[in-house]
């Protein structure tokens, strides 16, 4: 280790010392967090499966930054690379439409063994597996509507791809040794104002009852469901909305998905997870960032993610939260996306580990509202970068922004390589 990067660490030891906080202590807690990187960073959510569908659903990437995987193994390769460069050991999040098959196969048709290249990969580089069904760019989904579809054919289609995903959560839950969250999101919704918002949302709850009925040990699958206030083309009205998905997670037992881009522009996430950590099984948050409406952006150290951190770290919600990143830029370099997001993530937590968090509670009971404000403002300046660094260090991945210069390599020597 660089023998500044452990002198300014030795130096910040103490500062926080004083605040009763053990530097080392929080060093062993950051190393238990995993982050699962998702793998439609990486390609532009094209996926494998039937590659040639335009992307659907309200969801958009812009940019034609050269390099994008075309291939699994393209995109295996640019995910190593990004995690040589986080600190940690996290998992990866995937997509059905990202089967590594040779078979043509539709989305009702995929089984465990359409991904077990993926699962030979994660085991080979001790990598957790999450997963998603894909309820967009398919023929199936061309009006907008999925899993509450008015006709029943079109429904069956999306719970048997449902429940079939699930199966390939259990089976990478099993063969990982840690639970993949299988999590549902579906893009169903109006442009325009509906007549009858009530009989979609009666049709999802059932699609998701008979997608649910097969008990799967939580072991191995845990189930999640995303909502989502508007997408594009489905401004007025989304059938999985906050509430629909609030009420059919807490009585139902599943995991409260909460994308952090998903709700309206003054809405802040961070003000969500207590009252739903009181009454869920868990949560699943997407960490992403809005720039005026789901825009999807690299996700940076901004204030809200700061506020999400403290939450989780205050509340002990890190146990009951699954952190994965939800973005898609293609108009920077894709693997370097994904590691800003990830260390951004973990730079978040760090600092809210760095906080005074029982004295703070203290301050804040006694009502010295004023000391609350100026410790917390204080606190902003210290050396948390120090302890950051001398993490990174002990992890063996690069210092600061010494990574950006293995990207940038990477992209000279491989992406810029791809046609
Ligand atoms: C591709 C993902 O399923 C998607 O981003 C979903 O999680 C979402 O957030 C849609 O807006
Ligand atoms: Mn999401």
Not at 43 to 49: K, P, Q, V
Request: glycine residues 6%.
């Amino acid at each position: 280790m660089n023998a500044q990067t452990e002198r300014n660490y030795e130096a910040a030891k103490p500062l926080y010392a004083t605040h009763g906080i053990d530097t080392d202590k929080v060093i062993e807690q950051l190393k238990e967090i995993k982050i699962s990187l998702h793998c439609w960073q990486g390609d532009d959510i094209r996926g494998f499966l039937n590659a040639g569908h335009e992307l659907t659903g309200g969801i958009s990437v812009t940019g034609n930054y050269p390099g994008a995987a075309r291939t699994p193994e393209e995109l295996r390769q640019d995910l190593e690379k990004a995690f040589s460069l986080i600190p940690g050991k996290h998992k990866l999040n995937l997509h059905a439409i990202y089967a590594d098959t040779e078979e043509q196969i539709d989305l009702n048709e995929i089984e465990p063994r359409h991904f077990s290249k993926w699962v030979d990969w994660a085991k080979e580089n001790n990598l957790g597996l999450d997963f998603n069904p894909t309820c967009f760019s398919h023929p199936n989904s061309s009006d907008g509507f999925t899993l509450s579809h008015p006709n029943k054919q079109i429904r069956d289609f999306w719970i048997d791809h449902c429940k079939r995903a699930r199966k390939v959560g259990a089976y990478f839950g099993k063969e990982t040794g840690q639970p993949c969250v299988t999590n549902i999101w579906i893009p169903d919704g109006y442009k325009d104002t509906p007549v009858d918002r009530l009989s979609p949302r009666k049709r999802l709850e059932e699609s998701l009852d008979e997608i649910y009925k097969e008990q799967i040990d939580p072991a191995y699958n845990l189930d999640a469901v995303e909502s989502k206030l508007f997408g594009i083309g489905s401004e007025s009205y989304v059938v999985g909305s906050h509430e629909f998905y609030m009420g059919y997670g807490i009585t139902r037992q599943k995991l409260i998905g909460i994308d952090v881009g998903h709700f309206h522009p003054t809405e802040t996430v961070s003000n969500k997870l207590s009252s739903i950590s009181l009454f869920s099984e868990g949560m699943l948050l997407h960490v992403s960032r809005p720039v005026r409406w789901d825009s999807d952006h690299v996700v940076t150290l901004d204030d809200e993610l700061l506020e999400i951190a403290r939450e989780l770290v205050t509340h002990n919600l890190l146990e009951k939260t699954h952190i994965g990143l939800d973005f898609f830029d293609a108009s920077i370099n894709r693997v370097a996306a994904w590691v800003i997001g990830a260390r951004n993530t973990m730079k978040a937590l760090l600092r809210a580990f760095l906080e005074p968090v029982e004295k703070l509670k203290g301050i804040e009971i006694s009502g010295d509202l004023t000391t609350r404000l100026a410790l917390r403002e204080e606190f902003k300046s210290y050396p948390f970068g120090a302890v950051w660094d001398y993490y990174c260090a002990i992890q063996g991945v690069p210092v600061r922004e010494e990574w950006l210069e293995h990207v940038k390599q990477y992209e000279d020597n491989v992406l810029s390589k791809r046609s």
